[in-house]
């Protein structure tokens, strides 16, 4: 969360693999995290990634301490109109592109410049259009 008073600097979006990585304590996400961080970027989050993360092998406790230190943006109904429009003009659909397309929607919203970390790199890179850095972890 940006400190009250602070311009970020842009925004990092993390899909689901950010934070499930984060709560393991992978190396490279923790770095990108602090990075982001020390250079003052918002770093982001679909409020649907909370869902995709629920597994029995993550500790909850540690799951909700990570999701606290994001910023958790709504899937409202201009960020899901744009995740649908995302798909139809990439020939997508069903449910396969339906969280990557509102991750996609949720990095497009943010102020720039954005970088998304995603598992999904080809298919963000398709849905972003060049708008957003995707960068796969």
Do not use: F, Q
């Amino acid at each position: 969360m940006t400190r009250p008073g602070a311009n970020p600097g842009g925004t990092l979006v993390l899909d689901s693999e950010g934070p499930a990585k984060a709560v393991l304590r992978d190396r490279e996400v923790t770095t990108w995290l602090a990075l982001a961080r020390a250079d003052d970027l918002r770093v982001v989050t679909s409020a649907a990634t909370p869902v995709e993360v629920m597994h029995p092998r993550i500790d909850r406790a540690a799951r909700e301490w990570t999701l606290s230190r994001l910023v958790v943006e709504p899937v409202a109904d201009a960020v899901a109109r744009r995740a649908a429009a995302l798909l139809a003009e990439n020939g997508l659909h069903g449910h396969e592109y339906a969280l990557d397309a509102v991750a996609a929607a949720t990095a497009l919203a943010a102020p720039g410049p954005v970088s998304v970390l995603t598992s999904d790199r080809e298919d963000l890179v398709v849905l972003c259009g060049g708008r957003a850095a995707v960068i796969a972890i």
